[in-house]
Nanobody, 126 residues
Framework: VQLQASGGGLVQAGDSLRLACVGSGGTFNRYVMAWFRQAPGKEREFVAAIYRNGRLLFGDSVEGRFTISRDNAKKTVYLQMNNLKPEDTAVYYC?????????????????????WGQGTLVTVSS
């Protein structure tokens, strides 16, 4: 599957932003979809994931502020980011992992995911 992320930009602290990632070339509903981010000088960090059955996972730093959703008909996964903080500034990447429906393992490491989009930059000013 090929992934194309979009929606990044420059916002102020407290604002909201929604990222989108469109998949092509694969059966989208057979993938766990996730978002990671990488700030300058830091390692790539898990943000959120949505499983085939709708199960959601969030990183500690974004839980309660961000939400993830998917529209399988549009082959799109979204990351809704609310109450943004300057420390949310990063390049955001969408990722996909092919799984079976019953797979309940936790996938929060970047090595878990075999497919990646190109990244979209989110900058939050104070």
């Amino acid at each position: 599957v090929q992934l194309q992320a979009s929606g990044g930009g420059l916002v102020q602290a407290g604002d909201s932003l929604r990222l989108a990632c469109v998949g092509s070339g694969g059966t989208f509903n057979r993938y766990v979809m996730a978002w990671f981010r990488q700030a300058p000088g830091k390692e790539r960090e898990f943000v959120a994931a949505i499983y085939r059955n709708g199960r959601l996972l969030f990183g500690d730093s974004v839980e309660g502020r961000f939400t993830i959703s998917r529209d399988n008909a549009k082959k799109t996964v979204y990351l809704q980011m609310n109450n943004l903080k300057p420390e949310d500034t990063a390049v955001y990447y969408c990722a996909a992992k092919h799984t079976i429906l019953s797979d309940s393992r936790v996938f929060t490491f970047q090595d878990d995911y075999g497919y990646w989009g190109q990244g979209t930059l989110v900058t939050v000013s104070s």
